[in-house]
């Protein structure tokens, strides 16, 4: 089942995109704006709306960590925002001054690429934010870009209708007509379909267009091998222009956007799983939370509604109960209070927090365990030394000295996350 949970209706004006970090929400729109929101409970953040774009904001994006969204414009600029207190770090002018419709972040945070209407593609450095790399297509505008999830090539479409792969070089790698009346969205999975005989990884790429369908990609590249893109199949039951298509984080499901609906589709199979006719307008844009079970989609009636599925649809997708263990256990610790919170569990993040309750140590809670496995020492530690410190047959608390009910080691996700955060925004 899916449900409804959340209906946002700040925008003045169509929702063109919408994006999810680990704890963030972002949605922009013709009204020129840019609004954050938070996931534990959909509130507006302070800093909200964003406010620099002169003309309509087609697209934003979060950086893999989270620190940093990118918007771009009508105007002819993507911005780079500090998440944290809404401030921008950089504005980026397109080269030409075209209207930029789309821009993306690379896995590892290193480039942005951005795609404008006059068909330029640019690169830029996320450090420096000065320009890497330029190039262009041939015919139509740029509205969609993907890149691949080892970041080795990205993927870009046109108004045109090409499907066009380029290398982390900004070389050409191929160029291909995908749908015959223009390209709306394309996406990857970010799980590979196979590593193959020979070390090779392959990739799904989904893409929709206004000829009304949605198309499946499999995608590999190595530099000893080269390039391949193999159409796979078309994706029945749309019968109106699709505007957007996302999979989710795991993989197995693919959610498109076709006139007022939304139709979730179980992508081993493809089968329909749900239509959500919630929007009363065109649906603009979709996009699943990464390791949380929320769906965003966008509309030209001004609204973004959140939808939460539950765990039935989600073993249905994965059709076996390890697949969705395996989906569980990379939850970081703020994504398990983002679920909590979810559940209407708020009241015990806080302990949860404590004790450094990640997806893994999720899975192993019992009943039981919630009273007694959850007196854990809640200090973080060197992961080494406190392997010797355990070796020693030491089962007390290096800070309190009290007796450790458990000497098993739970990783502290989200100071990890904090470092890499300070990291990504020091390290020139």
Not at 60 to 72: E, N, R, V
Request: glycine share 6%; with cysteine; charged share 20%.
């Amino acid at each position: 089942m899916v449900k409804l949970i959340h209906t946002l209706a700040d925008h003045g004006d169509d929702v063109n995109c919408c994006a999810f970090s680990f704890s963030l929400l972002a949605t922009c729109s013709l009204d020129k704006t840019i609004r954050l929101y938070s996931l534990s409970d959909f509130t507006e953040l302070p800093h909200s709306p964003l406010k620099f774009h002169t003309y309509a904001v087609h697209c934003c994006c979060f950086s893999p960590s989270g620190h940093i969204l990118a918007s771009c414009s009508t105007d002819g600029t993507t911005v780079l925002w500090n998440t944290e207190n809404g401030q921008t770090l950089a504005v980026m002018e397109q080269p030409s001054g075209s209207p930029v419709r789309v821009c993306q972040f690379s896995p590892d945070s290193t480039c942005l690429a951005s795609g404008a209407a006059d068909g330029t593609v640019v690169l830029w450095n996320v450090q420096s934010y000065k320009l890497y790399r330029c190039g262009s297509v041939k015919d139509g505008s740029l509205v969609a870009c993907a890149f691949s999830p080892n970041g080795s090539f990205f993927v870009t479409g046109s108004s045109c209708g090409d499907l066009t792969v380029w290398d982390d070089k900004m070389r050409c790698l191929h160029s291909e007509k995908a749908h015959d009346l223009g390209i709306t969205c394309c996406n990857f999975s970010s799980q590979p379909v196979s590593d193959g005989e020979q070390g090779l990884q392959f990739f799904r790429l989904a893409s929709c267009g206004q000829d009304c369908q949605v198309k499946i990609w499999v995608v590999s590249f190595t530099h000893i091998f080269g390039f391949e893109l193999k159409y796979k199949s078309t994706l029945s039951g749309h019968c109106a222009p699709v505007l957007a298509c996302a999979f989710s984080h795991d993989g197995q499901m693919l959610v498109s956007g076709k006139c007022k609906a939304v139709f979730v589709v179980f992508q081993n199979t493809e089968n329909i799983l749900h239509t959500l006719t919630q929007h009363t307008r065109y649906v603009t844009t979709c996009a699943f939370a990464t390791h949380t079970l929320l769906l965003a989609t966008g509309s030209m009636d001004k609204t973004v509604n959140i939808w939460q599925f539950d765990l039935e649809t989600l073993c249905q997708a994965r059709s076996t109960e390890d697949h969705l263990k395996q989906f569980t256990e990379d939850w970081s610790e703020k994504d398990v209070s983002t679920w909590l919170c979810a559940q209407g569990l708020k009241d015990l993040v806080g302990i949860f927090k404590m004790n450094n309750i990640d997806g893994k140590e999720l899975l192993n809670l019992t009943k039981e365990s919630l009273a007694d496995d959850l007196k854990i020492d809640g200090y973080s530690y060197e992961k080494e030394a406190m392997e010797n410190w355990i070796s020693t047959k030491k089962r007390t608390s290096p800070m309190t000295n009290l007796v450790l009910s458990s000497v098993v080691l739970t990783p502290n996700r989200t100071l990890k996350m904090a470092i890499n955060r300070w990291l990504e925004t020091h390290q020139k």
